[in-house]
């Protein structure tokens, strides 16, 4: 047994998580992977989808022209939000 089919055969469950629209991508993945005799039946393979990030502009963020947001910049205006909306629902309460 090579380490390539080693390697695959203890992996159980495989999620990826990505927009909504790589959601066609995953389908053809699954299903190529299934033929190949890769996945097998107690595999799991499941692709947990989201809307779209938006920029300012409301247009999508493209990853390959390098003008994304960080992540963490991302989580800490998300986290800014949240500490604002909880301040005035504490406040009115």
């Known amino acids: 047994m090579s380490i390539n089919n080693f390697i695959i055969s203890i992996i159980l469950q495989l999620i990826y998580v990505t927009d909504a629209g790589q959601s066609l991508h ?3 993945i699954r299903s190529c992977a299934k033929r190949a005799g890769i996945l ?3 595999h799991r393979m499941d692709h947990v989808s989201f809307g ?3 920029g300012e502009d409301k247009k999508k963020f493209k990853t390959r022209s390098g003008d994304t947001v960080k992540l963490s910049e991302l989580l800490d205006e998300g986290n800014k939000a949240i500490l604002s909306i909880s301040l005035v ?5």
Do not use: G
């Open 26 to 28: 995953f389908q053809t």
């Open 40 to 42: 097998k039946s107690f």
């Open 52 to 54: 779209a990030v938006l």
């Open 89 to 93: 629902l504490l406040l009115h309460f």
